[in-house]
C-alpha cells in the first residue's frame, strides 16, 4: 500500500491566496459584464414579444374574421340545398297524394329536372327508413345512424352524413330530407359546393382554409383538396364542441406539412359542419424576424466584445495556475482510479507488525479505525482463512515471495466480504523493509460466480428431467451437444447414439430439404414456433411433433435448443374435429357448409339437385326418435349409392338433402335416378313410408358462380316445384323475380300492419231455424288506394312463410276486440266475434294468454271472441295442438273446427279434443240440396258432430233450396251469401238494427 495522502502538498497552502487574490478583479469584470448582458438582453426581449403578440393577435383577427365570412357563406349554400330538396320532397307527396301509382315515376323525372339545374348534386334517390332505394339510385343501409338531431342542418329537415366514394372514385356528402312517413330523400352532394366556399378566400400563399363533419372527415381544402378529401382531420383540426362563437385556436403546427399557422374554427350549434381557417405564421411574422436578426447580432457583438475583454485578463492567470494544477491532477487521478475501482492501499511495517490502512480502504471495509495490530486485523479474518494466509503474509514479508490471497472477512453488521489482496515487500533507503500493497473488495463477483454455477446446475436439473425431449443441436453441423433422458425415452436411441448423430437422423430422408431451409430460417433470425414435422423413433414408427426452439451459444457453438412436442394424438383430434364439422353426424354425409367449400374449391361445372323430402320428420314425431332416425338413414345409404356414381351428397337438416352432379354429360340420368330413388317408399321395421319428393335443379356457371348462389337456387326451384305440384323444376330467372316479388310483398305487408292499412268486414251466422244472428266472423280485407282490394290468398301464405302471421294475427285480435266493443255499444254485446287463426300463430305464440291480455285489455265479457282452426293445421303437431286448446278452453274461448271434412284428421283422435262446434266446407254444401253424393257426406257430417255433443255451422249457403235442406236435416247454424256478405261493421250495425226493428 502507498502512504495516505490526506494532506495537502506543502507548496498548496502558499499558492491558494495568490490565487485567489489575482482571479478577484476578473471575477468583478465577468459579474458586471454578465449583468450588463442580461439587462440588454431583457430589453431586447421585451421589445420584440410587444411586437410579435400585435403581429399574432392582428393574424387572429383576421383569421377569425375568415372564419365568420364563410360560416355566412356555407349556410347560404346550405340553405340553396334544402330549399331544392325541400321543393323535390313537396314534389313526391303531392304524387303519391294524386297518382300514388305512378308516385315513383313521376318523382324520378322530377329528380332528373333538379340534376340538371343543379350541377353540385350526384343524385337523388327515394329511400324508406331503412335506407332501401325505392327509385332509381344508390340506397344507404346506415341511413338511421346517422338522421339524428345533431347532424340537422340550421333547425331544418335537412340531415348531413358523412362522406362517401363513388365507384369512380369521386367523394360525396350524403344528405337527407324526409319526404313523408317513412320515406326520405337521399342526395349525394359533389364536394365543389364546399370547395367553393374555402377557395375564394384570402389566407395569403401558404394559409389554409377547410370544411369538415362531425364524423372527422374532410369536404373541402384550399391548398390541395386532392391530397386531403376523405382522410380524418389531423389535429389541431380535432373535433370540437359546437360554439356560437368563433374559436381562437392560436399558434398550431400542421402534422401535413409543418407549417406553423394561426388559425380559427367556427363549430356551429345549428349545423354539423366545422370551419377551418389558418394564416401562415411564417408569412405574419416574416418583417419581425428581421428586427430578431439584427437584435440577436448586437447581443452577440457585446457578448464577443465581453468574451475577448475577460480572455485577455484571465490569460497571465491561468499561466500561474498550470503547475499547481498539474500537482493537484496527478493527486487528483491516482485518488479517482483508486476510487472508481474500489482499490484500496494498506502497508505493513515495525519491529511489532503494525497495519494501517488508507482512508478508502477504511470506508469501503467499514473498519473503526486507520490502524491496527496484525493480531487485531487477524481476529476479523475468517477462522478457515486465518492459518494460510498468515503464512502466506510472512513469506511475504521474508521477502520470499509476492503475496496473492482471497480471503473472507467479517463486517461489523455480521457479514462477510470476500477480499483480494496483493502486496509485496519494500525497501527503502534509511528505513526498516515493510510489506505494502493494495486490496479489492470482490464480494459482488464470487457472489455472480456462485450465482452462476447455480443457474447451471438448475438448467441442468431442469433439462435432463424435463418430461418433454429437450436437445440442443449445432447450427453448422447440425449434430446434436445434449440430449435428455426424455428424448432417450421417446425416440429409443442411447444419449451416446444420439451424441454421435445429426438431427436429420430423426427426421424422414424426404424432409431433409425442408429441415435445411427451417435452420437457416433460424439462423437468420425468424421466428423459433417450428412448423410441425414428421419424427421417426429407432424402430422406424413415424410421429408428428411440434418443434419450438431457442437460439443459443452452447460450450463455445453457435446452437438451437429444442423442444420436440409429441402433437400425433392433438392432429388426430383436430382432424376427427373438422370432419365432424363437414359432415352430418347422423348420416355421415357432407353438410351444406362442407358442400359448399368442396365445390368452390373444385374447378369445372356442376350441376346441383335440391331434394325436399316431407314426411321424414312426422315418422319421428309419430313414431318415435329411432324410427325417424332409421328413415333418414335408408334414405341416405339410398342417395349415397347415387352420389358415388355421380359426384357429392349433403344432408340438410332435417328434411333436405343437396346432390351435386359433377359430370355434366350424367346430369340427366343421374335425375332420372333420383327421381326414380325418391318415388320408392322407406321401409321402415313394421311399415312403409311414402315421402313427398320435390327436387330443385340449378347448375353451375349457368345460374351462379358461386356455390352458395347455386345451391340458393336450386332450393327455390324446389319450392317452385312443390307450389305448382310438380315433381322436379329447374331454375329460371321468373323464379328469382317472383320470388323477389314475394320479398318485396313481405316487406309492404310489414309497412301495412305498421300503418294499419288492414280492415275487418264481418260475414253474420245464423241460427239456422229463424235466421236470428247468433256470431259474426272477422275476415281480412288489405284495401288500396284505387278501391280495391288485395286477396288474402295472395299474401296469407307469404305471412306464414315468413312469420308475418303472428303480427297480423295479433293486429286481427285486437281489432276484433275493438268492433266486439262496437257491437256491445250498439246493444249486440250477446253477438260474438270468431277469428280465424293461422297454424303459424296457434304453434309459436302463447295464444292462449293473448286471448286473455286482449280481453281483460278491452274489457270484454267471457265468450265475446271465439276462435277458428283448420283440421290441417291441428295435425301438424296434435300433442302440442291438444294442450293449447285444453287452456284456451279453460279461458272461455269457444273454438270451431273449420273446412271441416277436407283434412286427414283421425276421428278417435278428434273426439278428444275440446271442440265447440263444426263447420262443413263449402265443398260439401254446394248443390247440397240436387246431389246426392254431397247430401250423403252433409248428412254423415251432420250426424257425427251432433253425436260428438258439437255445434254444426254450414258454410257457403248461397240459395234458398241449400237453406231450405240445412234446415230440414237439423244443421244448428248457417253462414253464407245468402244471409249475408262480409261488410265493415258500420254496414253491420245497420244490418243488425234493421233485423231488430219490428218492420
Same mark, same amino acid.
Given at each position: 500500500?502507498?502512504?495516505?495522502?490526506?494532506?495537502?502538498?506543502?507548496?498548496?497552502?502558499?499558492?491558494?491566496?495568490?490565487?485567489?487574490?489575482?482571479?478577484?478583479?476578473?471575477?468583478?469584470?465577468?459579474?458586471?459584464?454578465?449583468?450588463?448582458?442580461?439587462?440588454?438582453?431583457?430589453?431586447?426581449?421585451?421589445?420584440?414579444?410587444?411586437?410579435?403578440?400585435?403581429?399574432?393577435?392582428?393574424?387572429?383577427?383576421?383569421?377569425?374574421?375568415?372564419?365568420?365570412?364563410?360560416?355566412?357563406?356555407?349556410?347560404?349554400?346550405?340553405?340553396?340545398?334544402?330549399?331544392?330538396?325541400?321543393?323535390?320532397?313537396?314534389?313526391?307527396?303531392?304524387?303519391?297524394?294524386?297518382?300514388?301509382?305512378?308516385?315513383?315515376?313521376?318523382?324520378?323525372?322530377?329528380?332528373?329536372?333538379?340534376?340538371?339545374?343543379?350541377?353540385?348534386?350526384?343524385?337523388?334517390?327515394?329511400?324508406?327508413?331503412?335506407?332501401?332505394?325505392?327509385?332509381?339510385?344508390?340506397?344507404?343501409?346506415?341511413?338511421?345512424?346517422?338522421?339524428?338531431?345533431?347532424?340537422?342542418?340550421?333547425?331544418?329537415?335537412?340531415?348531413?352524413?358523412?362522406?362517401?366514394?363513388?365507384?369512380?372514385?369521386?367523394?360525396?356528402?350524403?344528405?337527407?330530407?324526409?319526404?313523408?312517413?317513412?320515406?326520405?330523400?337521399?342526395?349525394?352532394?359533389?364536394?365543389?359546393?364546399?370547395?367553393?366556399?374555402?377557395?375564394?378566400?384570402?389566407?395569403?400563399?401558404?394559409?389554409?382554409?377547410?370544411?369538415?363533419?362531425?364524423?372527422?372527415?374532410?369536404?373541402?381544402?384550399?391548398?390541395?383538396?386532392?391530397?386531403?378529401?376523405?382522410?380524418?382531420?389531423?389535429?389541431?383540426?380535432?373535433?370540437?364542441?359546437?360554439?356560437?362563437?368563433?374559436?381562437?385556436?392560436?399558434?398550431?403546427?400542421?402534422?401535413?406539412?409543418?407549417?406553423?399557422?394561426?388559425?380559427?374554427?367556427?363549430?356551429?350549434?345549428?349545423?354539423?359542419?366545422?370551419?377551418?381557417?389558418?394564416?401562415?405564421?411564417?408569412?405574419?411574422?416574416?418583417?419581425?424576424?428581421?428586427?430578431?436578426?439584427?437584435?440577436?447580432?448586437?447581443?452577440?457583438?457585446?457578448?464577443?466584445?465581453?468574451?475577448?475583454?475577460?480572455?485577455?485578463?484571465?490569460?497571465?492567470?491561468?499561466?500561474?495556475?498550470?503547475?499547481?494544477?498539474?500537482?493537484?491532477?496527478?493527486?487528483?487521478?491516482?485518488?479517482?482510479?483508486?476510487?472508481?475501482?474500489?482499490?484500496?492501499?494498506?502497508?505493513?511495517?515495525?519491529?511489532?507488525?503494525?497495519?494501517?490502512?488508507?482512508?478508502?480502504?477504511?470506508?469501503?471495509?467499514?473498519?473503526?479505525?486507520?490502524?491496527?495490530?496484525?493480531?487485531?486485523?487477524?481476529?476479523?479474518?475468517?477462522?478457515?482463512?486465518?492459518?494460510?494466509?498468515? *503464512?502466506?503474509?510472512?513469506?511475504?514479508?521474508?521477502?520470499?515471495?509476492?503475496?496473492?490471497?482471497?480471503?473472507?472477512?467479517?463486517?461489523?453488521?455480521?457479514?462477510?466480504?470476500?477480499?483480494?489482496?496483493?502486496?509485496?515487500?519494500?525497501?527503502?533507503?534509511?528505513?526498516?523493509?515493510?510489506?505494502?500493497?493494495?486490496?479489492?473488495?470482490?464480494?459482488?463477483?464470487?457472489?455472480?460466480?456462485?450465482?452462476?454455477?447455480?443457474?447451471?446446475?438448475?438448467?441442468?436439473?431442469?433439462?435432463?428431467?424435463?418430461?418433454?425431449?429437450?436437445?440442443?443441436?449445432?447450427?453448422?453441423?447440425?449434430?446434436?451437444?445434449?440430449?435428455?433422458?426424455?428424448?432417450?425415452?421417446?425416440?429409443?436411441?442411447?444419449?451416446?447414439?444420439?451424441?454421435?448423430?445429426?438431427?436429420?437422423?430423426?427426421?424422414?430422408?424426404?424432409?431433409?430439404?425442408?429441415?435445411?431451409?427451417?435452420?437457416?430460417?433460424?439462423?437468420?433470425?425468424?421466428?423459433?414456433?417450428?412448423?410441425?414435422?414428421?419424427?421417426?423413433?429407432?424402430?422406424?414408427?413415424?410421429?408428428?411433433?411440434?418443434?419450438?426452439?431457442?437460439?443459443?451459444?452452447?460450450?463455445?457453438?453457435?446452437?438451437?435448443?429444442?423442444?420436440?412436442?409429441?402433437?400425433?394424438?392433438?392432429?388426430?383430434?383436430?382432424?376427427?374435429?373438422?370432419?365432424?364439422?363437414?359432415?352430418?353426424?347422423?348420416?355421415?354425409?357432407?353438410?351444406?357448409?362442407?358442400?359448399?367449400?368442396?365445390?368452390?374449391?373444385?374447378?369445372?361445372?356442376?350441376?346441383?339437385?335440391?331434394?325436399?323430402?316431407?314426411?321424414?320428420?312426422?315418422?319421428?314425431?309419430?313414431?318415435?326418435?329411432?324410427?325417424?332416425?332409421?328413415?333418414?338413414?335408408?334414405?341416405?345409404?339410398?342417395?349415397?349409392?347415387?352420389?358415388?356414381?355421380?359426384?357429392?351428397?349433403?344432408?340438410?337438416?332435417?328434411?333436405?338433402?343437396?346432390?351435386?352432379?359433377?359430370?355434366?354429360?350424367?346430369?340427366?340420368?343421374?335425375?332420372?335416378?333420383?327421381?326414380?330413388? *325418391?318415388?320408392?317408399?322407406?321401409?321402415?321395421?313394421?311399415?312403409?313410408?311414402?315421402?313427398?319428393?320435390?327436387?330443385?335443379?340449378?347448375?353451375?356457371?349457368?345460374?351462379?358462380?358461386?356455390?352458395?348462389?347455386?345451391?340458393?337456387?336450386?332450393?327455390?326451384?324446389?319450392?317452385?316445384?312443390?307450389?305448382?305440384?310438380?315433381?322436379?323444376?329447374?331454375?329460371?330467372?321468373?323464379?328469382?323475380?317472383?320470388?323477389?316479388?314475394?320479398?318485396?310483398?313481405?316487406?309492404?305487408?310489414?309497412?301495412?300492419?305498421?300503418?294499419?292499412?288492414?280492415?275487418?268486414?264481418?260475414?253474420?251466422?245464423?241460427?239456422?231455424?229463424?235466421?236470428?244472428?247468433?256470431?259474426?266472423?272477422?275476415?281480412?280485407?288489405?284495401?288500396?288506394?284505387?278501391?280495391?282490394?288485395?286477396?288474402?290468398?295472395?299474401?296469407?301464405?307469404?305471412?306464414?312463410?315468413?312469420?308475418?302471421?303472428?303480427?297480423?294475427?295479433?293486429?286481427?285480435?285486437?281489432?276484433?276486440?275493438?268492433?266486439?266493443?262496437?257491437?256491445?255499444?250498439?246493444?249486440?254485446?250477446?253477438?260474438?266475434?270468431?277469428?280465424?287463426?293461422?297454424? *303459424?300463430?296457434?304453434?309459436?305464440?302463447?295464444?292462449?294468454?293473448?286471448?286473455?291480455? *286482449?280481453?281483460?285489455?278491452?274489457?270484454?265479457?267471457?265468450?265475446?271472441?271465439?276462435?277458428?282452426?283448420?283440421?290441417?293445421?291441428?295435425?301438424?303437431?296434435?300433442?302440442?295442438?291438444?294442450?293449447?286448446?285444453?287452456?284456451?278452453?279453460?279461458?272461455?274461448?269457444?273454438?270451431?273446427?273449420?273446412?271441416?271434412?277436407?283434412?286427414?284428421?283421425?276421428?278417435?283422435?278428434?273426439?278428444?279434443?275440446?271442440?265447440?262446434?263444426?263447420?262443413?266446407?263449402?265443398?260439401?254444401?254446394?248443390?247440397?240440396?240436387?246431389?246426392?253424393?254431397?247430401?250423403?257426406?252433409?248428412?254423415?257430417?251432420?250426424?257425427l258432430g251432433h253425436s260428438m255433443g258439437l255445434m254444426v255451422i254450414a258454410e257457403g249457403v248461397e240459395t234458398e233450396g241449400q237453406y231450405g235442406w240445412l234446415a230440414a236435416h237439423g244443421c244448428d247454424q248457417v253462414q253464407g251469401y245468402l244471409l249475408g256478405r262480409p261488410m265493415p261493421m258500420a254496414d253491420v250495425l245497420v244490418l243488425l238494427a234493421t233485423l231488430r226493428s219490428p218492420g
Amino acid at each position: 500500500m502507498v502512504l495516505d495522502d490526506a494532506c495537502p502538498p506543502p507548496n498548496e497552502a502558499l499558492e491558494l491566496p495568490v490565487t485567489r487574490v489575482q482571479a478577484h478583479p476578473l471575477r468583478v469584470i465577468a459579474i458586471a459584464g454578465a449583468l450588463v448582458a442580461v439587462l440588454l438582453a431583457a430589453a431586447l426581449a421585451m421589445m420584440l414579444w410587444n411586437d410579435r403578440s400585435s403581429r399574432v393577435e392582428a393574424a387572429q383577427r383576421q383569421s377569425m374574421a375568415l372564419a365568420n365570412g364563410s360560416d355566412r357563406l356555407l349556410r347560404a349554400q346550405l340553405i340553396t340545398l334544402e330549399r331544392a330538396l325541400r321543393g323535390t320532397a313537396n314534389d313526391g307527396r303531392e304524387f303519391y297524394r294524386r297518382v300514388p301509382d305512378r308516385a315513383v315515376e313521376l318523382l324520378e323525372a322530377s329528380i332528373h329536372g333538379v340534376l340538371e339545374r343543379n350541377r353540385d348534386l350526384a343524385s337523388i334517390t327515394l329511400v324508406d327508413d331503412e335506407g332501401q332505394p325505392l327509385s332509381q339510385g344508390h340506397g344507404d343501409p346506415a341511413l338511421r345512424s346517422w338522421v339524428v338531431p345533431q347532424n340537422r342542418v340550421l333547425s331544418g329537415e335537412l340531415y348531413v352524413g358523412a362522406l362517401e366514394q363513388l365507384p369512380e372514385g369521386a367523394w360525396v356528402v350524403r344528405t337527407a330530407l324526409p319526404m313523408q312517413q317513412g320515406q326520405w330523400l337521399l342526395a349525394r352532394v359533389r364536394l365543389g359546393m364546399f370547395q367553393d366556399v374555402v377557395s375564394g378566400l384570402d389566407v395569403g400563399k401558404d394559409g389554409v382554409a377547410s370544411i369538415g363533419n362531425r364524423y372527422g372527415q374532410l369536404l373541402a381544402h384550399s391548398r390541395n383538396p386532392t391530397a386531403f378529401i376523405g382522410r380524418q382531420l389531423p389535429s389541431p383540426m380535432k373535433i370540437l364542441a359546437p360554439s356560437a362563437e368563433i374559436v381562437r385556436q392560436g399558434i398550431v403546427e400542421s402534422p401535413a406539412d409543418g407549417q406553423k399557422r394561426i388559425a380559427a374554427v367556427s363549430v356551429p350549434t345549428d349545423y354539423p359542419l366545422t370551419l377551418y381557417t389558418a394564416l401562415s405564421y411564417r408569412e405574419v411574422m416574416s418583417r419581425w424576424y428581421v428586427f430578431l436578426y439584427a437584435a440577436i447580432g448586437i447581443f452577440l457583438l457585446y457578448l464577443i466584445g465581453l468574451a475577448y475583454l475577460l480572455y485577455s485578463l484571465g490569460r497571465s492567470a491561468s499561466q500561474e495556475q498550470r503547475l499547481s494544477e498539474e500537482l493537484r491532477t496527478g493527486a487528483a487521478e491516482l485518488e479517482l482510479a483508486h476510487e472508481v475501482g474500489k482499490v484500496g492501499t494498506w502497508s505493513i511495517h515495525g519491529e511489532v507488525p503494525l497495519l494501517d490502512w488508507s482512508l478508502l480502504t477504511q470506508q469501503m471495509l467499514d473498519l473503526p479505525t486507520r490502524a491496527s495490530t496484525l493480531d487485531g486485523f487477524f481476529r476479523r479474518v475468517h477462522e478457515d482463512d486465518r492459518a494460510w494466509l498468515r *503464512v502466506m503474509l510472512n513469506h511475504a514479508r521474508d521477502g520470499k515471495g509476492a503475496l496473492n490471497a482471497m480471503f473472507r472477512l467479517h463486517m461489523a453488521d455480521g457479514s462477510l466480504r470476500w477480499l483480494s489482496a496483493r502486496g509485496d515487500r519494500v525497501n527503502s533507503p534509511g528505513q526498516s523493509p515493510r510489506l505494502a500493497g493494495a486490496v479489492v473488495d470482490i464480494s459482488e463477483r464470487v457472489h455472480t460466480e456462485a450465482r452462476a454455477q447455480e443457474a447451471e446446475r438448475q438448467f441442468r436439473l431442469v433439462f435432463d428431467r424435463n418430461p418433454a425431449p429437450f436437445w440442443i443441436f449445432d447450427l453448422a453441423t447440425l449434430r446434436f451437444l445434449e440430449v435428455n433422458q426424455a428424448a432417450v425415452d421417446q425416440y429409443g436411441f442411447s444419449r451416446d447414439e444420439f451424441l454421435s448423430m445429426s438431427i436429420l437422423d430423426v427426421r424422414p430422408p424426404e424432409d431433409r430439404d425442408a429441415i435445411r431451409r427451417t435452420v437457416l430460417g433460424v439462423t437468420n433470425g425468424q421466428p423459433t414456433l417450428l412448423p410441425v414435422h414428421r419424427h421417426k423413433r429407432k424402430d422406424g414408427s413415424i410421429f408428428h411433433v411440434q418443434a419450438h426452439g431457442a437460439r443459443l451459444e452452447f460450450d463455445g457453438h453457435d446452437a438451437c435448443l429444442v423442444l420436440a412436442e409429441d402433437v400425433s394424438q392433438r392432429l388426430r383430434y383436430e382432424k376427427e374435429l373438422a370432419y365432424r364439422a363437414s359432415h352430418h353426424a347422423g348420416t355421415g354425409l357432407l353438410t351444406v357448409r362442407g358442400l359448399v367449400e368442396k365445390l368452390d374449391a373444385g374447378t369445372g361445372g356442376y350441376t346441383i339437385a335440391h331434394v325436399q323430402l316431407r314426411g321424414l320428420q312426422m315418422i319421428a314425431d309419430t313414431l318415435g326418435r329411432e324410427a325417424g332416425e332409421e328413415a333418414l338413414r335408408s334414405v341416405a345409404v339410398r342417395l349415397g349409392g347415387l352420389a358415388a356414381r355421380h359426384g357429392l351428397l349433403a344432408h340438410q337438416p332435417a328434411e333436405d338433402f343437396v346432390l351435386a352432379i359433377q359430370k355434366p354429360a350424367d346430369v340427366q340420368l343421374a335425375l332420372d335416378a333420383l327421381l326414380e330413388a *325418391v318415388a320408392e317408399p322407406i321401409r321402415g321395421r313394421d311399415t312403409f313410408h311414402q315421402l313427398e319428393a320435390r327436387i330443385g335443379v340449378a347448375s353451375n356457371p349457368d345460374d351462379g358462380e358461386l356455390a352458395e348462389q347455386v345451391l340458393g337456387r336450386a332450393a327455390q326451384a324446389a319450392h317452385a316445384a312443390r307450389e305448382t305440384g310438380v315433381a322436379l323444376a329447374r331454375f329460371t330467372p321468373a323464379m328469382a323475380a317472383r320470388y323477389t316479388e314475394r320479398l318485396q310483398l313481405a316487406g309492404r305487408v310489414h309497412m301495412a300492419i305498421d300503418r294499419n292499412e288492414f280492415e275487418l268486414h264481418f260475414q253474420p251466422i245464423r241460427h239456422a231455424a229463424d235466421g236470428s244472428p247468433v256470431a259474426l266472423e272477422a275476415l281480412l280485407r288489405w284495401p288500396q288506394a284505387d278501391g280495391s282490394f288485395i286477396p288474402p290468398g295472395d299474401f296469407i301464405q307469404l305471412c306464414e312463410d315468413t312469420g308475418l302471421i303472428i303480427a297480423l294475427g295479433r293486429w286481427v285480435l285486437r281489432s276484433a276486440a275493438r268492433a266486439q266493443q262496437q257491437l256491445a255499444a250498439a246493444g249486440w254485446g250477446m253477438l260474438p266475434i270468431a277469428v280465424n287463426v293461422s297454424a *303459424v300463430q296457434f304453434f309459436n305464440t302463447d295464444l292462449a294468454n293473448e286471448f286473455s291480455r *286482449v280481453i281483460e285489455e278491452f274489457g270484454l265479457p267471457r265468450g265475446s271472441l271465439h276462435l277458428e282452426l283448420t283440421e290441417s293445421s291441428l295435425m301438424r303437431n296434435p300433442g302440442q295442438a291438444l294442450q293449447t286448446m285444453q287452456r284456451l278452453h279453460e279461458r272461455g274461448i269457444h273454438i270451431s273446427l273449420d273446412d271441416f271434412g277436407t283434412g286427414f284428421s283421425s276421428m278417435s283422435y278428434l273426439q278428444h279434443l275440446p271442440l265447440d262446434s263444426l263447420k262443413i266446407d263449402r265443398s260439401f254444401v254446394a248443390d247440397v240440396e240436387t246431389n246426392p253424393r254431397n247430401a250423403a257426406i252433409c248428412r254423415a257430417l251432420l250426424s257425427l258432430g251432433h253425436s260428438m255433443g258439437l255445434m254444426v255451422i254450414a258454410e257457403g249457403v248461397e240459395t234458398e233450396g241449400q237453406y231450405g235442406w240445412l234446415a230440414a236435416h237439423g244443421c244448428d247454424q248457417v253462414q253464407g251469401y245468402l244471409l249475408g256478405r262480409p261488410m265493415p261493421m258500420a254496414d253491420v250495425l245497420v244490418l243488425l238494427a234493421t233485423l231488430r226493428s219490428p218492420g
